[in-house]
């Protein structure tokens, strides 16, 4: 699976990032122009949430429902 982020855009499900690459790109256009830009590029699968643990607590219970 191949996703493309821009900006803060959040996934519906989590990611487990197993690696990440920075280097700098250099684009040349065709009547020689060229520009540097920084890319970043993280490598991640799919993760699963895990299940939350509901912890009792008589003092929060009381709190709650009087």
């Known amino acids: 699976m191949v996703v493309f982020l821009l900006g803060s855009y959040a996934l519906p499900f989590p990611l487990i990032k197993l690696n990440s690459?920075?280097?700098t790109h250099?684009?040349?256009a065709p009547d020689g122009f060229a520009w540097?830009?920084?890319m970043h590029l993280k490598v991640c699968v799919p993760g699963a949430r895990p299940a939350r643990l509901r912890i009792a607590n008589d003092n929060q219970k009381v709190a709650d429902h009087g």
Do not use: A, L, P, Q
């Open 21 to 23: 690459f920075s280097y």
């Open 26 to 28: 250099t684009h040349r």
């Open 36 to 38: 540097k830009e920084d």
